[in-house]
């Protein structure tokens, strides 16, 4: 006893030994009203300087779980017990869980999902690229706004946002042509908790949702976890199906429509401007409320400015906007927001207070200092000419490796790739894996089993030059093989 | 035009330039293919530098927004439209949410229970008091944090939790005598978070809550929200009443037990060792889960050392704990914890990633950081002192002003008092409000209407000695003119 202390580097060492001895004392080493060792004793035992003790040994009496008798020394207090055994109590949680519970564990990718190893060349991120972030610029503006109003952050904040935050978010969808009379926002962790939030406050009718397909899985994922039955509308080179989306719109009613028009996940495509306004023409028509998602809208590499979806709506309040900038700055930051009819953002506001009271203080103020501050152009400048450059080595190796594929997309962080329909890229994955390449299989986005079979998603931003022409080149020649 | 740009100081004046000219073109006072005044001209109408439009306009082309035609000027794109008139799209959005959504915002106090006005002395707070903050720590943690992994910190993360932050509390939880075997922990956006994902991840079978009477309102209202019925069990001054208990266990099965046996909300009461252990028993032999809300635990003023419920269950797993900092440390960083059995911890974890993703690992590895450093406990310490004086403070000042009530609560951030059953606390507080005081009333804590109605909350956190003294006098003076 005592001489077994293990110290470790990353506290301090009184904190250790207090923390030694409560877990004896709450373990029966040490009985209520036995006598401890005298500080110079543990001292001595421990290999730990005399001082160290007398402040664990102060610790602990603060914490009431020793007392000092004068000129005696000091005992385990009285209270302390040792656990009563309760360890016959066994529930089998894996049957009190509810139905939710066990979807949202069969639904999960990163369990279920074909997740990629160490050392692997990996094309199925589509987060940002860490060594492009400005780290001293981050710095500077938690020092900025912790002078500023340090107290306030690290305190309860309110359940809508950060007030300059939001005021700076709305002049922002306003500078994006998004006419913001009857509207309001509110911040959130992220698109997911606000598509979550969502989806939670919309009241089911039909209980059917339209969305394209295919559609960013964790978007399927949060609609089938809500019980919406989905409807997918397929994609061309320009967007929807337009034909398909009307016939679908009189065959039945929906709740809700799901849309990614600018730089779609899986597929890149950017829905053209005379399509937008036939979309939102035909929404209107059979008031289908529009949740648009967009997540990508400020990684454009060619082609014309894009708007969001929101931006041509004047002040109709049928479409919900959940803007993101997990793709673009930083998603270990979980801010996100939503922008709607203010009625209906007074809803989410109570769900959102309801369910995690407020996004963290932290996160959002530095957020938007690190924006206000002028940081985010610079950023977003050298992210895109970065990301750029990378988009078009894909392309070319795509062309010079795959020259049998379509590819599509004009944005964002990754290539969608179509193989000849003979093709199985769940097959090709498998052999790509023993080679060390890995890619998502692009069924994962599409709503019906053996839809999308023959496609795979590239994400690029986390893959060095060397290794997207490595990985494209092993993908191509392994593909060739399996002819 | 151009002449009425309005510059504020929070933005790069090039910047606001830039969105200037791009709201023009998306409201249509630029059109497609319009030239625009050359930088010389618009340096002069705008009273900018001709250096700040220059950058200005590479933005703008940057964006895809202009076009340069070379010894000609600038032009704006031919692809911007003015936005489509959908502005007949009216959706009445109060018809078209859910009964969660409607039921939220009627269960919200901060929309519906009475707020406190600027310059009241109130005493409806029970946060931190923001002026113990060390602020210098928590910048030193985050530097520290930065400099050894930004670039992670920043970048997506998992849904467990921050895995340096996890392995921290497991082992703060097992100094509290807290047996991990078969245990796992989630990282959440604190408490309120951590409780809604339990009870959505919890099958209906009965349908039915315990939990005590009165209790934590936003339990209250997060357990109605998920359709429990609730039963509650009276408070005595050591805890439940156990009869009650037992005689509602024996005629209705429950399919959940909340509790929050140590300085409980309201009440401050701390559950005696003995009901502990017959509480336990008691749950065991009916096979009800509890929920242990712990969110007060290190705020000891007086009495003996407190363990948490579950460091009685020993290996058993009938226990789900939530763990919280907020009343301690920094609300405003959202980090909660679950420490349940690891099945359970499982399901949760993959509905946690679908709902948020994770929490905002800045605000776990700041919080590691911070605790790490050691800063903790000296933190504690002075928090500790500070509202142990405050609470001394208030309960002399009750017995002076108001000597006809009792009192309960041996630590926290508040003191329950409850007047001679004559009373209502709701009255007295209308007539405070009048004066300038403000207090919440005891039964916003209770199940059912009538109940509580002669008792009141004081949280005294963040009011001054001086406010103590002069507001409880008031409530006295006032409370004696409404005998």
């Known amino acids: 006893?005592?001489?077994?202390?293990?110290?470790?580097e990353d506290r301090p060492v009184y904190i250790q030994v207090k923390d030694y001895m409560k877990r004896l004392m709450l373990k029966g080493g040490l009985q209520a009203k036995q006598k401890l060792p005298s500080t110079r004793?543990?001292?001595?035992?421990?290999?730990?300087?005399?001082?160290?003790?007398?402040?664990?040994?102060?610790?602990?009496?603060?914490?009431?779980?020793?007392?000092?008798?004068?000129?005696?020394?000091?005992?385990?207090?009285?209270?302390?017990?040792?656990?009563?055994?309760?360890?016959?109590?066994?529930?089998?949680?894996?049957?009190?869980v509810s139905e939710y519970a066990i979807q949202a564990e069969q639904y999960d990718l990163m369990k279920h999902g074909s997740g990629a190893e160490r050392g692997e060349i990996s094309f199925t991120s589509i987060a940002p690229d860490e060594?492009?972030?400005?780290?001293?610029?981050?710095?500077?503006?938690?020092?900025?706004?912790?002078?500023?109003?340090?107290?306030?952050?690290?305190?309860?904040g309110y359940a809508q946002g950060y007030r300059p935050l939001m005021n700076y978010l709305l002049r922002y969808m306003e500078n994006k042509g998004v006419d913001l009379r009857g509207k309001d926002i509110l911040i959130t962790n992220g698109f997911t908790e606000g598509f979550d939030l969502v989806l939670g406050a919309l009241r089911k009718k039909s209980g059917k949702a339209l969305c394209e397909n295919p559609t960013h899985h964790t978007a399927i994922k949060n609609l089938k976890l809500h019980q919406f039955h989905l409807t997918g509308v397929n994609m061309e080179p320009d967007g929807l199906d337009l034909k398909q989306l009307e016939h679908e719109l009189e065959a039945s009613p929906y709740d809700l429509a799901y849309l990614v028009p600018s730089y779609h996940n899986p597929t890149g495509i950017v829905t053209s401007p005379a399509k937008r306004v036939e979309i939102i023409r035909l929404m209107n028509k059979y008031q289908v409320p529009i949740i648009e998602d967009g997540f990508n809208e400020e990684l454009r590499y060619s082609g014309s400015h894009v708007s969001p979806l929101i931006a041509?709506?004047?002040?109709?309040?049928?479409?919900?906007?959940?803007?993101?900038?997990?793709?673009?700055?930083?998603?270990?930051?979980?801010?996100?927001?939503i922008i709607a009819d203010a009625a209906l953002i007074d809803y989410l506001e109570s769900m959102k207070r309801a369910r995690s009271i407020h996004t963290s203080t932290l996160d959002q103020s530095l957020l938007y200092q690190y924006l206000s501050n002028g940081n985010f152009e610079k950023y977003l400048k050298r992210a895109r000419t970065e990301y750029k450059r990378k988009y078009e080595l894909v392309v070319r190796c795509l062309k010079q490796y795959l020259p049998m594929c379509r590819i599509s997309g004009a944005g964002g962080l990754h290539l969608f790739v179509q193989f000849p329909s003979e093709y199985r890229t769940r097959e090709l994955l498998a052999a790509c894996k023993v080679k060390g390449v890995t890619f998502t299989p692009g069924d994962t986005f599409y709503l019906e089993p053996g839809q999308g079979v023959n496609t795979m998603r590239l994400g690029f931003s986390r893959v060095s030059d060397e290794n997207i022409r490595k990985g494209i080149r092993i993908i191509g020649e392994t593909a060739a093989q399996m002819r």
Not at 1 to 8: E, V
Not at 133 to 144: E, G, I, S, T
Not at 312 to 337: I, T
């Open 1 to 8: 006893m005592y001489s077994d202390l293990q110290l470790t």
């Open 41 to 96: 004793e543990l001292s001595t035992l421990m290999k730990v300087s005399r001082s160290t003790v007398l402040l664990a040994y102060a610790e602990l009496e603060d914490e009431g779980l020793i007392y000092a008798v004068k000129g005696k020394g000091n005992y385990v207090s009285a209270s302390i017990e040792t656990p009563e055994a309760a360890a016959n109590w066994e529930l089998d949680w894996t049957t009190e």
């Open 131 to 156: 060594k492009l972030f400005d780290l001293h610029n981050v710095k500077r503006a938690f020092l900025d706004r912790m002078s500023l109003e340090g107290e306030v952050l690290l305190n309860y």
């Open 312 to 337: 041509s709506m004047g002040k109709g309040n049928g479409l919900v906007y959940l803007g993101s900038f997990s793709k673009v700055l930083f998603p270990g930051l979980r801010v996100g927001w």
